[in-house]
């Protein structure tokens, strides 16, 4: 193989009560990347469109990532790399977790595919790191594995995939306001009271049991964060304004999609997803803040080829 075009989807982590543990792919907003074999050992960003990042492949996480996989199979590889942005960095979605989850998973396949699922997490998870400081799993893992994933174990890595119940939709805002996971994660505390813990640990395993009996209601009760919210929802504004609208209109739980400032909330059945993203567009357009919705199903694809 010459050649490779893949589609690397945006995704939502944390899930509320999952900080760092839950995360799961929306359907249709990614990234698209193309990676093509050079006659010499140069990687060389020929392209980027959708957003402003570096070209310079030694400060683009694409090129940490790329770097690490030929390192561990003692290779040597050249490249030209086209980067088309479908959403932008900042943005809760998982930005740069597509880059490094989209590089992986066509490495991997231009390789002959040498590595594990589990094994292309750990080399995302490097790119995430020079993105945010952080070498966080839950949206590497949601764009790889697709669906629902809980981050089990972070050392030695273990996802496990969730189940997607059908009817389940997911409903966004996006404020046009850029917050960077770094600057999101400084914000919480390090530590936190015991009698939030149970309520978080529980709520994540009622979400897990709701995802698996289908029980939509359990899920909406389940959606409920306790530890981060309540610290990072003060670099959303109206946060708790669209929060209440989403609810008002039927939504099962709603809350800030990983670092923010995405506010995400799950549905029961498309129509009332509509409806919810129309009240949270609602709030938004009485401030001057330039904004996006958007309704979108669960993929249960995750990173894949395109042509
Ligand atoms: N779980 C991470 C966080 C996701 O919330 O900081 C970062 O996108």
Redesign the pocket.
Known sequence: MDRIKIFSPATV??ISCG??ALGLALEGIGDEMVFTKRNDNQLIITKIEGANLPYNINENLVGTVIKAMLNDQNMQLGLDIEIYKGFKPGS?L?SS?ASAAGTAFAINELLGKPFTKTELVQFAMLGEEAA?GSP?A??VSAALFGGFVLIRSLNPVEVISLPVPDNLFISALHPQIEIK?ED??NVLPQEIPLKDAITQWSNVGGLVSGLYTNDYKLIGRSLQDVI?EPYRKKLIPHFDSVKRAALNTGALGAGIS??GPTIFALSKGMETAKAVEESMRKVYSHTEIEFYTFTSEISVDGVKTIT
Do not use: H, L, Q, W
């Open positions: 982590a944390n900080f760092d809760g998982g977790a945010c966080i839950d949206n996971t999101a994660r981060v990983g670092a």
